[in-house]
Structure formats: structure tokens, C-alpha cells
């Protein structure tokens, strides 16, 4: 059975770095793993010189001992933690595909126990690696292994154990109970060691040692060395030992006695025998309906207020875009509208406190605070409010089979996201003049900042560059429908991550390129209006006039050449695995 | 205009692979036509050409004489496409989908229209539900009735009855009838035979994206029965694309 068992492990395991491999044919793949690789290469393993400098300083100072010290803590707060969960959470739950495998098989529970040990083997041995490669010390990968899989066993019995005293009616809260009064026996204990420690004796080198942190180090091993401490965390030790030994001799000596725990560990849990099918059953259940919640929400989809109302009642004739731009405001309303909440009640927060305070200095600090907000905004604005395209990925069918032209869609599309974007924008513009105007500067071109003309001269100018964003945030999934798509088996780790800064370099750069002619306009213009109207609180406005153009232009030209391409796009292919 | 629908030389490519090739048929007004084969045959990539979703490598589609090309919009206006997996927006309510809808289609009364609908359709009660707190079934039949409110002339249908209860599949059969004697041209794809059998007035039976047969189901029979004249569809169906195979 454990070969067999064995086997489907490491041939899950197999399959699954094959199928990334293989992945990695498709140009998205492998562009996002050579970006995510650069990523990791340049932060993990080319860190700067500083943190080199001072990862050789813990090594020399052999902080080892603290570490492991700090570790068997952790360690023994996750054994006693483990027992104050609710009944269901963790340590039973199996893949649908095993539920439907293996509960039906002649297995004993045992047998399924065994299978979910062996199971968790591939990736356990994963995580010790990459621990062990970018942890701060090298080697002993396999004392990190043998101490993970053991603590995987540990919980396991754990849920099996909180299960079982659920049929003797001690649920979850008594358990909490008894936890919390063995966390808080621990601490009055910990408390009263400390007290006891006095004061250390002095090396004879003292001023080298506190130079050095290696008073630190005398007084933390001076209170694990107590001997109730040390009673405490003699079986934690062992697993933060395996995991970072001092020598091979405590190498070996604590992965006999870890893995002699996770014999123990299983054998408990076997007696325990307690049904877990229909709880396993019940947490693959939740982890698929967390998953999919999570996935909502990571992609604006989940809808979090279900009654919200609809901001206007829909004629039943009329511009058909309206329609288009009605239901995304609903979708901003049930999905996003916390957001605008949170933004505004910020700086609702703001400007009140720079009233309360009736100072001057307060008015320009808070409002110069809002008008760099109102600069900002319109860069990840865009990204906040997805309530556009981007929300309809799933159903692009459906609106391809409306009587709408691309155009127009996708024109309509943005012009929610754009009118929720604009009406924050100008929530911080206007809080940030009227405080610079209250502060009463009058100085240079910060007055200009306190007239209304200014207000007017920051939405002209950001609402076409908010426009140009959320075009070229609704460009992805018409032009480069893959990298849009999210399915189930997307990628993760650092492939997933590469794959986010390839779209938000490709975005700045696109951003960047189409403000290059607006700048280059605005430029003179400044020059012109400020030579004629320099006087007028009016020049920003009128400078900002020509560039105005500019961007608009470029946004109707965006949204035309847009709605050609999505006129064109072919959705059978990626979209079907949304 | 006596056809709804007008397909001629439909070819869609995806690379090197051919979907559908060559494809050509048309649906009168008041006719059902029946789009069968075997799974990977290229009904709903046929389907999907004729409702606008993606454009086809070649050939020419009609919707009620428009160029389904060329005349993108006025196209759509007259037809209505149910998927197979019914695509719902996750924050519209059953009562908002109608009103979106009718909206795009510009329908006039669509709150005297929708009230007939959610009852046809049992969902009076869903009105203010979300698709999250629908059945499988109810979504697939908010999604129908979301097809229906604009009475279009051409109604296109992918595996209509997945997912409905037994008093669902009994009313939308009778609701696809209704709207066929209504004048409506029709096409559905089904791997039910008898249902097809039932409601179909024509079948069309593609295999590796090519049409092998076209013909009324009368027709059809006749030809393959030789003499026999209990043959079902099923039946013929099976010879068919026997014979195809064996052929290729």
C-alpha cells in the first residue's frame, strides 16, 4: 500500500512540474517565468551588499542557539494553538478527485491517513528546499523536511483529536478555554523565570560583547537555560533542532527523536479513529467555495452588497450604451462601492481634522497631502475600479451577441469605471484647493492651486488620462486575451508574479508613450498662457487646454481602434476556460 | 425575406485546425431546424458564427437578410442566443438582466412583457434574486427568458434543455413550438435525438465540421430505412455517421 501510495505521490508531484514545464511553450508562460525568475534572482539571491553584511554578522555572532531557542517557541505555541481551532478547519481535507477515489476504495482509515502523509511529502520536501536555500543558513534540508512532515502528522492527529472530543460534547469554545488557560499558565510562568534571572555576570570583554549583540545573546540563553524553561521546550527543541542543527551530532540526534514524535503521532491518530469522511468531505466543500470567493475578489467580481439599488431607473428606450453603463454602475454598487466609501470618508478624515485644528499650516500640509492624492489617483484609480470589461471576461459571448457595435461598447464599457474614477478625482482636487485657498498663500504658483480654475485644469487633464488607463487596462483582454484569462489551474509562484509585472510594465510603458505627445504640447502652451494670462488664475486652465486635446483625441481614437479589435475577437478559445 | 437564417460556405479555422468547413443551410420562417453530431463536430462553433460571436474564416451569414458582416447590428436585433452554459452577470438581479436586455434590444413594455416571462418560466419569486442564489436550471431559464423579451425573428439554441427539470424541458418545448408557429426560424443543437425529433422540421448532421446529411426528418428516414418503417432518428443518426466514418 505505502509504494502504491507512494507512487501516485510522486507521480502528482511529476506530472504537475511537467505540466508547467510544458506550460511554459505558450509565450505568456514563459515570459512571466523569465520575469519572475529575474524578480527572484535579483532580490533573494543577489541581496545587497547591507543585508549580506549583516546575514555574515548573525552567522559570526553563532545567534544559532537564539534561533532555535525563538524557534522551539513558535514551535509550542503551534502545538498548543492547534487544539483551540474550530472542529472542521484543516488537517482532514482531501481533493475532490481523492474523495471521490479513495473514500469509495477498501482502505482502512489508517490507509487514508498514511495516503494524506505520503501525499504531502513532495511538496514538504519543496518547501524545506527553498528554505533552505534562501533561509540564512545552508544545508541540513533535511532536518527542515523530516521536521515539517512531522508537524503535518501532528496536526492531522490534532484534528482527529478536537474531532473526537466533540463526541464527549467538549466543543470549540471549551477548548479555546482550556488553551487559553495553558497560554496564560505559560506566561505567568515565563513571567516569573524572568524575574528570577538577576543580573547576568559579566564577560570579561564586556565592552567587545555588547559591541558585538553578544550581551543580548548571554541574557536570552540565560532564560532558556532556566531549568523549567528548558522542561517547557524540550519536544519543541527537538523540531527546531532538526530544522537547525548546531552539529551533525544534534542533526542526527534530533531527527531520531522527531521521527520516533511522527511515529507516535500516527499511531495516535489511528487509534483515534474518529469519521472523518463527511468532515473532509465538507472542508473540500469550503476550500472550493473559498477559493472561488477569493478569485471573486481578487478579480472585482464578488458581489459583497447584494441590495445595493441601482443608482438610476433604466428607460426602456434610448442610447443603448446607457443600458451598458447602468448595469456597471450596479456592479460598482454591489461590488466596489466599499472603496469609494473608504476613499471618501479618507478624506472626509483629512479635511476635518485640518478644520478642527484652525491653523493655517495644517490647511496647506493637508491639502498639499490631498493634491498629491489627486496627482496619484489617476495611476491606480484604474486598477481599483475594474467595473468594466475587465468584470464582463466571463460572459464576453454574450455581449458579442448583443445588438451593440464594438465601439460603442467598449466606449460605454470604461464610462462607468471613468465616471466613478472622475468623481473621486475631483473629491481631491476640490478638498485639496479649498484647503490651500483657506491656508492663505498667496505666494508664487501655489495660489493658482486655491482658485476653482485649478480644480477645473486637474480634471481636464486627468479624467483623459484616466481614460487612456482603463483603455489600455481593457486592451488586455481584447488584444491579448490569454493573458486575461483566469482558470482554475492558472499559474502561481513567481511564473503568476512575472506575469503581473510583464502587464504592469507594458501598462507604464503604453501610459508613457501616449503622454508623450500631450507633454510635448503642453510644454509651449504653458509657455504661451503664461505670457498672456499669467496674471489670470485662469492660465493653468487655458494651458492645459492644448494637451486636453491631445489626450481626448487619443482616448476617442483608442476606443474606436478597441471596438474594431473586439469586433474581431475570437472568444471560443481562451474564454471557454474562464 | 422568407428565411430567417441563410448560411452559405461557413468555414471557421482555428490554425491548422478546421472546425467547420464548407457549411451551408437555411432556415425558413416557422421552421425548426436540428443541428446534430457527434461531440467535436462543430455544432457549437456553428452556433456561435451565427449569433455573431466570433467572426468565421469564410462564407456568408444572413439574419433575416442582413449580412451578418456587414450589417453586424441590424443582424443582432433579430436574434437571440442561448448558450449552452448559461452566462449570467454576477451582480444584476433576474428582474435587472430582463430590463438590461430589453434595454439593448429597445423594447417597449418591457415591464408588462417581463411579468408572462418569469411565469413561463417559474421564476416569479427569483425576481430580485441574484444568479449566485439561482438553481443551475433557474439560471438556465433566466437565461432563455433573457432571449425571449425582445420576440426575436431568429432564436439559436445550444443544448436548450441542459439542466431543466422535467416540467422546464416540458415548457420550453413548448415555448420553442409556440414561438416557431409564431413565425420565429429556429435552430438548436441537441445530442437528444428525440428531441430533436420532436420539435425538428429539419436536421442538418455534421461530423469533423462537414455537413454529412440535410435533410426533413421524414427525408432522412425514408432514405436510410429501406423498407423498415419503424426507424428512429437515433437510428439514422447512428447509420449516418457510421458510414461517414467508415467512408473516411
Request: charged letters at 20%.
Amino acid at each position: 500500500m505505502i509504494g502504491t501510495f507512494l507512487t501516485v505521490a510522486l507521480l502528482t508531484f511529476k506530472n504537475r512540474i511537467l505540466q508547467r514545464l510544458r506550460r511554459l511553450r505558450e509565450p505568456r508562460y514563459l515570459i512571466g517565468a523569465i520575469a519572475g525568475a529575474a524578480y527572484f534572482w535579483f532580490f533573494v539571491f543577489r541581496r545587497n551588499p547591507k543585508s549580506a553584511v549583516a546575514l555574515a554578522r548573525m552567522r559570526d555572532l553563532s545567534f544559532n542557539s537564539v534561533i532555535v531557542d525563538f524557534g522551539s517557541v513558535i514551535v509550542l505555541m503551534m502545538m498548543i494553538t492547534a487544539w483551540a481551532l474550530p472542529a472542521d478547519s484543516g488537517g482532514l481535507d482531501f481533493s475532490e478527485a481523492e474523495i471521490a477515489f479513495l473514500f469509495p476504495a477498501p482502505l482502512r482509515r489508517r490507509d487514508l491517513l498514511l495516503y494524506k502523509i505520503l501525499r504531502a511529502q513532495p511538496q514538504a520536501l519543496f518547501s524545506a528546499a527553498i528554505l533552505t536555500i534562501i533561509g540564512t543558513r545552508q544545508g541540513y534540508f533535511i532536518g527542515t523536511w523530516i521536521a515539517f512532515s512531522v508537524m503535518a502528522v501532528y496536526f492531522t492527529m490534532v484534528s482527529l483529536g478536537r474531532a473526537r472530543l466533540r463526541l464527549f460534547h467538549i466543543g470549540f469554545l471549551p477548548r479555546l478555554g482550556i488553551v487559553a488557560l495553558i497560554i496564560g499558565g505559560l506566561y505567568g510562568l515565563v513571567m516569573s523565570q524572568i524575574r528570577t534571572l538577576g543580573t547576568l555576570t559579566m564577560p570579561a570583554d564586556f565592552q567587545q560583547t555588547v559591541k558585538t549583540g553578544g550581551y543580548a545573546r548571554l541574557a536570552i540563553e540565560a532564560f532558556f537555560h532556566k531549568p523549567v524553561i528548558a522542561a517547557i521546550l524540550f519536544v519543541p527543541r527537538f523540531f527546531a533542532a532538526a530544522a537547525l542543527p548546531a552539529n551533525l551530532a544534534t542533526l542526527a540526534i534530533s531527527l531520531l527523536v522527531v521521527a520516533a514524535l511522527g511515529v507516535a503521532f500516527f499511531f495516535i491518530a489511528a487509534a483515534l479513529n474518529v469519521s472523518f469522511e463527511e468532515a473532509s468531505i465538507g472542508a473540500s466543500q469550503k476550500r472550493a467555495a473559498r477559493l472561488d470567493r477569493r478569485n471573486s475578489q481578487r478579480i472585482g467580481s464578488f458581489v459583497m452588497f447584494k441590495r445595493a439599488p441601482a443608482l438610476f431607473r433604466l428607460a426602456e428606450t434610448g442610447p443603448v450604451e446607457v443600458a451598458i453603463i447602468w448595469k456597471n454602475l450596479i456592479a460598482l454598487m454591489r461590488n466596489s462601492i466599499a472603496w469609494v466609501v473608504i476613499f471618501t470618508l479618507m478624506v472626509a478624515g483629512m479635511v476635518g481634522m485640518a478644520l478642527w485644528t484652525r491653523d493655517p499650516v495644517s490647511y496647506f500640509t493637508i491639502g498639499s497631502l490631498l493634491l498629491f492624492m489627486a496627482a496619484f489617483f489617476p495611476l491606480f484609480g484604474p486598477n481599483v475600479f475594474a467595473n468594466d470589461l475587465r468584470l464582463d471576461l466571463p460572459r464576453l459571448e454574450v455581449l458579442k451577441s448583443y445588438p451593440i457595435s464594438g465601439e460603442r461598447l467598449v466606449a460605454a464599457e470604461i464610462a462607468a469605471s471613468l465616471v466613478v474614477i472622475s468623481f473621486l478625482e475631483l473629491i481631491f482636487a476640490t478638498s485639496a484647493s479649498a484647503l490651500i485657498a483657506m491656508s492663505g498663500h498667496s505666494t508664487g504658483y501655489v495660489r493658482f492651486a486655491g482658485t476653482p480654475q485649478f480644480v477645473v485644469a486637474i480634471l481636464l487633464l486627468t479624467i483623459p488620462v484616466c481614460a487612456i488607463q482603463l483603455l489600455i487596462r481593457n486592451a488586455i483582454p481584447v488584444l491579448f486575451p490569454a493573458w486575461a484569462v483566469r482558470s482554475k489551474d492558472e499559474p502561481r509562484g513567481f511564473v503568476a508574479m512575472g506575469q503581473r509585472l510583464v502587464t504592469m510594465a507594458g501598462n507604464l510603458l503604453v501610459l508613457v508613450i501616449a503622454l508623450i505627445p500631450a507633454a510635448i504640447v503642453f510644454a509651449p502652451s504653458v509657455w504661451i498662457a503664461y505670457k498672456f494670462f499669467s496674471g489670470n488664475a485662469a492660465f493653468v486652465a487655458v494651458a492645459a487646454m492644448p494637451a486636453v486635446g491631445v489626450l481626448a483625441a487619443e482616448a476617442w481614437y483608442g476606443v474606436k481602434a478597441l471596438g474594431a479589435q473586439f469586433e474581431e475577437l475570437d472568444v471560443s478559445n481562451e474564454m471557454d476556460v474562464i | 425575406m422568407d428565411y430567417g437564417i441563410e448560411v452559405s460556405g461557413l468555414t471557421k479555422r482555428y490554425d491548422s485546425l478546421v472546425a467547420v468547413k464548407d457549411l451551408s443551410f437555411a432556415v425558413k420562417r416557422g421552421e425548426v431546424l436540428g443541428l446534430v453530431g457527434p461531440n467535436g463536430a462543430g455544432k457549437t462553433t456553428t452556433l456561435r458564427a451565427l449569433a455573431g460571436i466570433h467572426p468565421p474564416t469564410d462564407g456568408i451569414i444572413r439574419i433575416c437578410g442582413f449580412d451578418l458582416r456587414n450589417d453586424a447590428v441590424d443582424a443582432k436585433r433579430h436574434l437571440a442566443f442561448m448558450p449552452d452554459e448559461p452566462r449570467l452577470f454576477d451582480y444584476l438581479t433576474v428582474e435587472e438582466h430582463l430590463q438590461f436586455v430589453g434595454r439593448l434590444y429597445q423594447v417597449t413594455g418591457v415591464k408588462e412583457k417581463m411579468d408572462p416571462l418569469l411565469h413561463e418560466f417559474e421564476l416569479t419569486d427569483k425576481r430580485k434574486s441574484l444568479p449566485s442564489e439561482l438553481s443551475r436550471g433557474m439560471k438556465q431559464k433566466l437565461m432563455i427568458a433573457c432571449g425571449f423579451i425582445h420576440d426575436p425573428d431568429v432564436l439559436i439554441f445550444d443544448e436548450p434543455l441542459t439542466g431543466l427539470d422535467p416540467l422546464g424541458i416540458r415548457r420550453m418545448k413548448e415555448s420553442i413550438v409556440r414561438r416557431s408557429q409564431a413565425g420565429a426560424s429556429v435552430i438548436l443543437s441537441s445530442h437528444l435525438l428525440h428531441l430533436v425529433e420532436e420539435l425538428c422540421d429539419t436536421v442538418a448532421v455534421i461530423q469533423h465540421g462537414t455537413r454529412i446529411a440535410y435533410d426533413t426528418i421524414d427525408n432522412l428516414k425514408f432514405a436510410l430505412a429501406k423498407g423498415r418503417s419503424d426507424l428512429s432518428l437515433e437510428e439514422a443518426f447512428l447509420r449516418i455517421t457510421a458510414e461517414e466514418t467508415a467512408g473516411a
